[in-house]
């Protein structure tokens, strides 16, 4: 399988140019014969490849999979996602992400699933998370900060997928406080941040990202058809989720490094720039109780400040943001 994953990669590197099946065999130490034998296995799993006589073989077309061969051979990121975990269903990518950081594995680990049984949003709320529609991914991190830094992620996640979206549709989608992204006021994407911690700090942050990128309105649940969309429904036409993954995986490497050399200061203003938040008028729906005034900024730790009609400014850690009017 790891040659087969590595042919799959020197093809798609080759970028539409014939690589001959010789070449191959010298560049993989094995014979032609093997050669031929791993481009069948990649044709059987979806991969359209075709062979001219004299010239070679032409990568002409990929499945639609968040497989590791599909995603790392055009990855450019140092660490993130190197090490990937693909599964076609799960309950959910948090419980498998969860269960691999307590086995120690690198900064950075990726889990994708093409579909989750029991995708979960904040407060135990359900994430609907259709069968190879969406991109539905945690991320495991291992940053060397307070514990009270870790919701600054949510904000450095948010950042990294909206610039991603940006990249691979031109779609510019905004920010709600703290982790939605919208598209014309429909949510396309939802992040969830979780962390393992003990008395040394942080051991591991687990990012949850669920994005919506292909459904039609009929793959969305009753319960989310009003309120959710797709960048292909926005868009009109198919997005790729690959290029997404590496994207966002880019992003948020490049905006993590940022954010442990510099502080949190460039994320928000990026984060600013990108927030429908900021400025308006908001409901704030917590555990306990509402309130209603202006979101006036969020501080350096990513804690919501607003300003009520009786002038006074409180900070909000948690809760669900209604803009009015
Ligand atoms: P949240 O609590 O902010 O949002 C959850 C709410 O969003 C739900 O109650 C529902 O109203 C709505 N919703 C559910 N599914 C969708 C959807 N597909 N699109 C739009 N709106 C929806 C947001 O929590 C955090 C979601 C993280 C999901 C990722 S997927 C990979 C990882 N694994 C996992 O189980 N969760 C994360």
């Known amino acids: 399988i790891i040659v087969t994953n590595k042919l799959a990669g020197r093809l798609m590197e080759a970028d539409g140019e014939p690589v001959s099946g010789q070449q191959l065999a010298d560049e993989f130490g ?20 075709s062979s001219i006589k004299k010239k070679g073989y032409t990568l002409t077309g990929i499945p639609d999979s968040l497989e590791a061969a599909a995603i790392q051979p055009l990855l450019k990121t140092v660490r993130y996602g190197k090490t990937l975990e693909y599964l076609s269903s799960c309950e959910s990518t948090q419980i498998i992400a969860h269960q691999l950081a307590q086995q120690l594995v690198p900064d950075g680990t990726v889990v994708l699933s093409e579909e989750q049984t ?20 945690s991320i495991i991190l291992r940053p060397d900060i307070p514990l009270q830094r870790a919701p600054q992620f949510t ?25 939605d992204i919208l598209l014309n006021g429909k ?40 309120i959710a969309t797709s960048l292909k429904l926005k868009k009109g036409s198919p997005v790729s989720r690959q290029e997404l993954v590496r994207s966002i995986l880019y992003y948020l490497e490049l905006y993590t ?12 203003l990026m984060w600013e720039g990108y927030s429908t938040t900021i400025g308006k008028p908001v409901r704030a729906r917590m555990a306990k109780e509402t309130l209603e005034g202006i979101a006036e900024s969020i501080t350096d730790e990513g804690v919501l400040q607003i300003r009520t009609p009786d002038g006074k400014l409180h900070g909000i850690y948690s809760a669900d943001i209604e803009m009015k009017n």
């Open 118 to 137: 029991a995708g979960r949003g904040r407060m135990a709320r359900k994430w609907d998370s259709a069968h190879g529609k969406g991109i539905w991914m």
């Open 155 to 179: 904000l450095i996640a948010a950042v990294s997928v909206v610039r991603a979206i940006e990249e691979v549709t031109g779609l510019n989608p905004d920010i709600k406080w703290p982790n």
């Open 30 to 49: 094995i014979s032609r014969t093997a050669v031929w034998k791993h481009i069948k296995d990649l044709q059987e799993k979806g991969y359209e490849i």
């Open 187 to 226: 949510k396309c994407t939802g992040i969830l941040t979780e962390l393992q911690s003990d008395a040394d700090g942080i051991q591991a942050l687990i990012i949850g990202i669920g994005l919506n990128a292909n459904q039609e309105m009929e793959d969305f649940s009753d319960e989310v058809k009003d």
């Open 257 to 268: 490094a940022i954010y442990i050399d510099e502080g949190f200061a460039a994320i928000k």
